[in-house]
């Protein structure tokens, strides 16, 4: 079956622009989660969405991160007023629910370069 | 000190051989305890959870000290595709909270021919 899908795979961004990241979660998966690992790092949390719950922000670093997760499905992303240590990959998962939070299924991810 | 500490590696080791990895957790908290791999450039894919009386899947075994707080992996007789980064990852729940999944930054592993 279709895994988690991210779009863009790659973007490159020039300072201070906006960004926005897409993630496709696989069907039927209640629960969405956003990291991102920068080079020589580990996963580093941002975000979680459960069903209709209000999403676990406590991991975004800043104002200028926030994300969205319409119908319970599709999630994006949004960096804004980009900086250089932004640059990272966005790795999006879904697992079947928070009780199957441990088994997460990634995307491929999104390579973002800030110049 | 980090949550969840690994050797960055690499290891590099020959076909055939054992290797082990350690993880040390910093959060007695911690209740579920797993171990992801991901492959060069690749998204992370779950290997295997750690159970308290460990556990085995052919030939990799996890075990894990409480008492120490750490886990560790044993790859025995490894493959050329056993290459890849091997991360630690660590649920801590608080009170009624789920908790999150916390990642280590992996130990590189290299297996040559």
């Known amino acids: 079956g279709a895994g988690v899908s991210q779009s863009p795979s790659n973007k490159v961004t020039e300072k201070g622009k906006d960004v926005e990241l897409r993630c496709d979660p696989i069907s039927g998966h209640t629960a969405l989660y956003w990291y991102r690992q920068s080079l020589g790092q580990g996963l580093e949390f941002l975000i979680y969405?459960?069903?209709?719950?209000?999403?676990?922000k406590s991991g975004l670093p800043s104002d200028r991160f926030s994300a969205e997760r319409t119908g319970g499905s599709v999630s994006t992303l949004t960096i804004q007023r980009t900086q250089q240590e932004d640059s990272a990959v966005y790795l999006c998962a879904s697992s079947l629910d928070m009780d199957s939070r441990f088994e997460q299924f990634f995307g491929p991810g999104t390579r973002l370069t800030v110049l | 000190r980090k949550e969840v500490e690994q050797d960055p590696g690499p290891f590099n080791v020959p076909e055939g051989a054992t290797v082990a990895f350690n993880c040390t957790y910093s959060?007695?908290?911690?209740?579920?305890f797993f171990w992801y791999r991901q492959d060069c450039r690749k998204e992370p894919k779950l290997l295997m959870s750690v159970y308290s009386s460990g556990n085995e899947d052919g030939r990799f075994t996890a075990q894990l000290n409480r008492a120490s707080q750490y886990i560790s992996l044993l790859i025995r007789d490894s493959k050329l595709s056993d290459s890849a980064t091997y991360l630690c990852?660590?649920?801590?729940?608080?009170?009624?909270?789920?908790?999150?999944?916390?990642f280590g930054k992996g130990t590189k592993l290299s297996v040559k021919p």
């Open positions: 969405f459960q069903g209709n719950s209000a999403p676990d």
């Open positions: 990852v660590v649920n801590i729940q608080y009170g009624g909270s789920q908790g999150n999944l916390i």
């Open positions: 959060n007695s908290a911690s209740q579920s």
